[in-house]
């Protein structure tokens, strides 16, 4: 059996068919917008669930010590209105030179908490001695909070070891401490 339709009937199907079509895409389109003008938007600061400070939340500082010419004290205060975490011990690179200092103690990444505005120390020991075989000279120094962030470069002279440089050799680093004083003692006791 056949059916046959009236021209009438067919034009008010397909009528209805691209009236459907049109429908679903507009509401794609709008769907589409939506989400470009979400994507627009400025996203808040990058911050873990565990409370990690970004990048910008947090500044960090480096100076020469006055007690010695291959120790460096290095800082890091919060700058945000958050609490948040940086790593345990900062991470300290040397020019261009492979690798990073130890950390002293011994020990596997974790967070250290910082409060809006506190600050945290630790302290650099670049090389034990100037005059150890395989000790380089490097013109800079790279210090991260927490090892996902990129860090801030000092020269050799914003942190007092301008001529020649600063001498490398077996770097080692404190974890952070409410004050530098712990920090040198720390390093004295693990040096």
Not at 135 to 148: K, Y
Request: with cysteine.
């Amino acid at each position: 059996m056949m059916t046959i339709t009236s021209r009438a009937t067919r034009h008010q199907g397909r009528a209805a068919s691209i009236a459907l079509l049109l429908t679903g895409t507009v509401a794609t389109a709008a769907a589409a917008a939506a989400g470009a003008a979400a994507a627009a938007e400025p996203a808040e600061p990058a911050r873990s669930a565990a409370g990690s400070c970004a990048p910008g939340q947090v500044s960090v500082s480096a100076s020469a010590t006055a007690a010695d010419d291959n120790i460096v004290a290095v800082h890091v205060t919060n700058r945000s209105g958050v609490t948040c975490a940086v790593d345990r011990f900062p991470t300290v690179t040397f020019g261009d030179l492979d690798g990073t200092a130890r950390p002293v103690p011994a020990g596997d990444s974790a967070p250290y908490r910082l409060a809006p505005g506190e600050t945290a120390h630790a302290a650099v020991r670049t090389a034990p001695d100037m005059d150890s075989d395989g000790t380089e000279v490097v013109q800079h120094v790279t210090v991260a909070a927490s090892p996902a962030h990129d860090g801030s470069r000092f020269t050799a002279c914003e942190v007092g070891l301008g001529d020649p440089g600063i001498y490398v050799y077996d770097p080692i680093t404190t974890w952070w401490h409410p004050a530098y004083q712990q920090a040198a003692q720390s390093l004295r006791e693990h040096a």
